[in-house]
């Protein structure tokens, strides 16, 4: 749509509103609404202002005036709130007029850029598959002398016995068995039908829905691939209607990577190709699991940045209590086909070019994913460029080698500090064609450490008690 159809559009409808949604640097949607009524089409040229200083990440308070620009390219009519159109924007700066460098979407947008004009491919594809829990109950809190969380799920396995109104009906999946067994054990399969039939009518195109291995709600809805910026509103949208929905049923919805101790965490396995003139470039029939040497090579580039790419693809500190061994994490650096032990996968479903690419399986749902595919399309394309050699697959149980092979195979980093060294040290390959500045690399870190590595390194963790309190 261009802005004067979106125009006729609220008039046609009778639309009250407009909802303005952008994302800040840690990847939380944020938002204002204005009366339908004050949208003219100068709004999508001149943008509208807000306080850049009061978002995660943006600006200092003595430069805090932000311009918000609506990207026609995205309305719809938001759908908890049916006389709103939403619509997502892109930021520029009132004084220079040039977009905002700190901007996620931005980033994505010039790493599009980048690979037409490095003339490897003109087009990559991505499909996430993001994983969430849906909960009955959450409650959390910390202060000086105290701290707690508490997690309840009716249809979670620690409920087996516990006393419900009409009598506890059992059918509670045990842990890491819940993939994935009809309802009654499938206790979310309606709620996810409407998340899916949501997701639908607000065009994203949905392959499958399912519960996944842990108990108490784990689930993934997975999405049709699609471009690199579009993806990521599509992630943004997901995680939108999932929460929501979740919210209506008096639920709660999560993205983190490992809200549940002894349990299968929630991941983001994010499947990836490039593309010139139609032709998938991933593609050989030849090749080691029909990969083309650009694949490989690809592939060389994930695997030499993946401690980096962790600051961005696992950007939590509680992302690392997911990346362990014995819960289907992918915590090596190799790769193999059918292989899910290895950090990148090449699907064997089907032998058609089309559906030729590399699985990612690190990622988690946490991530900013304007910023996660755009630094894993950069690590690829630096891995292409300098046909960066992965080494030789290993079709093996990675979890089962002996140790003295275990031993010679590297793994990701082991905490979210460490994945900050990691990109301290190596991010040129991010910058390549200006994608990613060194002022969001430096604010990226600089946040990270002090707002969440820091914070949660200086307070005691229950389990201290239980270890040290009678020392």
């Known amino acids: 749509m261009n802005p004067r159809e979106i125009l006729d559009a609220i008039k046609s409808k009778d639309l009250k509103f407009v909802d303005v949604k ?28 807000f306080d850049g200083s009061s978002i995660r990440g943006f600006q200092d308070i003595n430069e805090s005036d932000m311009l918000l620009l609506p990207d026609p390219e995205t309305a719809l009519i938001d759908p908890f709130s049916a006389s709103s159109l939403s619509l997502v924007c892109n930021i520029k700066d009132p004084e220079t007029h040039e977009r905002y460098s700190r901007d996620p979407r931005y980033v994505a947008q010039k790493a599009e850029k980048y690979l037409k004009e490095s003339g490897i491919g003109s087009i990559s594809y991505w499909g996430p598959e993001a994983e969430f829990f849906i909960f009955d109950s959450i409650r959390y809190g910390q202060n ?28 509670k999946p045990r842990h890491k068995e819940g ?11 309606n709620l996810r039908n409407e998340i899916v039939s949501t997701m639908i009518r607000c065009g994203i195109a949905i392959e499958t829905h399912h519960h996944e291995v842990a108990t108490a709600g784990q689930c993934e809805i997975d999405m049709r691939f699609g471009p690199l910026t579009k993806m990521a509103d599509q992630v943004m949208l997901y995680k939108y209607i999932v929460k929501n929905t979740a919210w209506k049923h008096h639920k709660t919805a999560t993205f983190m990577p490992k809200p549940l101790f002894n349990d299968n965490g929630s991941g983001m396995h994010v499947h990836q190709s490039i593309w010139k003139d139609g032709k998938n470039l991933f593609y050989d029939t030849n090749g080691y699991a029909q990969l083309s040497e650009m694949a490989k090579y690809y592939i060389g580039g994930l695997l030499k940045h993946a401690p980096a790419l962790c600051a961005f693809i696992a950007p939590t500190t509680n992302s690392y209590k997911r990346l362990v061994p014995g819960f289907e994490a992918p915590v090596n650096l190799v ?7 290895a950090c990148v996968r090449i699907p064997m479903y089907s032998s058609s070019e089309k559906a030729k690419r590399i699985e990612f399986r690190t990622p988690d749902p946490a991530c900013n994913p304007y910023l996660a595919f755009s630094a894993m399309l950069m690590a690829g394309l630096d891995g292409v ?17 002996e140790p003295e092979d275990a031993a010679n195979i590297l793994n990701v980093p082991s905490s979210l500090g460490e994945a900050m060294d990691a990109l301290e040290q190596d ?10 500045t060194r002022d969001l690399i430096d604010m990226w870190i600089a946040y990270k450490r002090t707002n969440e590595i820091d914070a949660i390194r200086l307070r005691p963790h229950p389990w201290e008690y239980h270890l040290y309190f009678d020392i």
């Open 22 to 49: 952008f994302v800040d640097l840690p990847g939380l949607w944020q938002h204002f609404t204005i009366p339908s009524t004050e949208l003219e089409e100068s709004t999508f040229t001149e943008g509208l202002g």
């Open 335 to 341: 790769y193999s086909k059918r292989n899910r032990s």
């Open 385 to 401: 460029k300098h046909k960066t050699d992965p080494g030789d697959p290993l079709d093996k149980n990675l979890y089962d080698l």
């Open 144 to 171: 000086e002398h105290s701290g707690f969380y508490y997690v309840d799920a009716k249809n979670g396995i620690w409920n087996s016995g516990a006393e419900e109104e009409g009598g506890n009906l059992g059918y």
């Open 179 to 189: 993939y994935f067994p009809v309802p009654p054990l499938d206790a979310l399969q």
């Open 427 to 436: 991010h040129k390959f991010l910058m390549e064609g200006g994608v990613f």
